[in-house]
């Protein structure tokens, strides 16, 4: 059964950070691809950043240099530090498989950028 629960948002100012954690169920975690995604008012969600098994990273063009993905396999966990944060960062973040996510989405973890 698939368990994802986000943790870590809140309330920072432009060009402040945060470090986001996304604990999953052990027993889907270490043999798929994970991603955060985040979705703002209005707009669909998208993808933020992905993470392989092994480790390999991608990132969306408005985060590189900005944000960096990581996981630990042992804790079922993936991370999301973010730095420099800026207004138009701000939304609910999520985190699911990359690139076939599943159809459950835990609560999201909101994000919110003071300019």
């Known amino acids: 059964q698939v368990q994802l629960v986000e943790s870590g948002g809140g309330l920072v100012q432009a060009g402040g950070s945060l470090r986001l954690s996304c604990a999953a169920s052990r027993s889907i975690f270490s043999s798929n691809a994970m991603g955060w995604y985040r979705q703002a008012p209005g707009n669909q969600r998208e993808l933020v950043a992905a993470?392989?098994?092994?480790?390999?990273?991608d990132y969306a063009d408005s985060v590189k240099g900005r944000f960096t993905i990581s996981r630990d396999n042992a804790k079922s966990t993936v991370y999301l530090q973010m730095n420099s944060l800026k207004p138009e960062d701000t939304a609910v973040y999520y985190c699911?498989?990359?690139?076939?996510?599943?159809?459950?989405w835990g609560q999201g973890t909101r994000v919110t950028v003071s300019s």
């Open positions: 699911n498989r990359f690139p076939s996510v599943w159809d459950y």
């Open positions: 993470i392989s098994r092994g480790g390999s990273t």
